[in-house]
């Protein structure tokens, strides 16, 4: 290990936490602007992390009240400037299962230009069959995701379908994605447990993945829908993956904080090479047909830990902490991240 010169905010041009963003009545300096964390470097970690932010999806699908489309935008627009550079924006499923996302079409016209405004921005959406497809690319959506079950019970729960039927509705839209240009990538739930049927062996969760991938997915991202998973076995997993030949660089990881394992499991990750990490701003989240899965992973404590060990981001964390105290006004409810609840008072949430 070595000390290296903080460089965690290496990315875009985004309001700083010394000017305009601290409160007047705030006399003492923000953590942040102490330089805070302190920078340690650990030479097997990677320089870089892509962070693929999940909150306007699976945060706001697990919404009890409806979220207005106008903040749904000013959310993207937000963690676009605090710098993150793939924001999982919508869904195309069903508007009967998934309510909340059922402004799908009103919101894409809101946010496509952000990507002229932030270039290299990815705004990807969820699409489960080829109605939503069509919907997607009828929205100018330019990059999709798909969603498996490692398990029989949760996509019979999740998609009414079994693992089979599911990965043959997957076909046509992965094909149908790959002819238009449209990147896909595959998300596949209960990788470390299931609500229903318990453990679930890291072969039945490898044979799934390879099966997304075979279809055409370029990238894979492995959920804890259920947050119960413990570092030991994410690294079992991600062997087991590297053993069938799935290259580390085609994996991300996907932790629900349940059990508060979220932060140990992404660090065991990134030990196996893995370097894209999804998370929830504030730690939104959950999944309406997953019982007992709470928040995603705080994008916040991930940025905190990442700067910590040296990794750029690109994320400006006073920024997203701003943000998500904004949103956190608009729902009417703290933040459970324990970075932002630790942050809030050194930053102004407008
Ligand atoms: P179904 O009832 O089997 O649908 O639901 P169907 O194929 O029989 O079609 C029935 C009707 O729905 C038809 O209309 C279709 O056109 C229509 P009709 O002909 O009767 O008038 N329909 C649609 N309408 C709009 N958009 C669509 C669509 N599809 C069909 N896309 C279905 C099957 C897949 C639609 C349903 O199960 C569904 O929407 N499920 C989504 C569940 C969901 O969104 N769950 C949360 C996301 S997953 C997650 O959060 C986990 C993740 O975060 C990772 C992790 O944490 O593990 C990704
Ligand atoms: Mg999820």
Known sequence: MTNTQATPNAGRSVPGPTDSTRTEQSRDPGTLELGLPVVVRDADLPARVRIHEVGARDGLQNEKSMVPVEVKAEFIARLAAAGLQTVEATSFVHPKWVPQLADAEELLPRITGLREQYPGLRLPVLVPNERGLDRALAGGA??????????????????????????????PVISRAGEAGVPVRGYLSMCFGDPWEGPVAPEQVVAAGVRLLELGCAELSLGDTIGVATAGQVTELLAAFGRAGVPMAQLAVHFHDTYGQALANTLAALRCGVTIVDSSAGGLGGCPYAKSATGNLATEDLVWMLHGLGIETGVDLAALVATSSWLAGELGRPSPSRAVQALAGSVDAN
């Open 142 to 171: 330019d990059e999709i995701a798909v969603f498996a079950s490692a398990t029989e019970s949760f996509a019979r729960r999740n998609l009414n379908r079994s693992m089979d039927e599911v990965m043959e509705m997957f076909r």
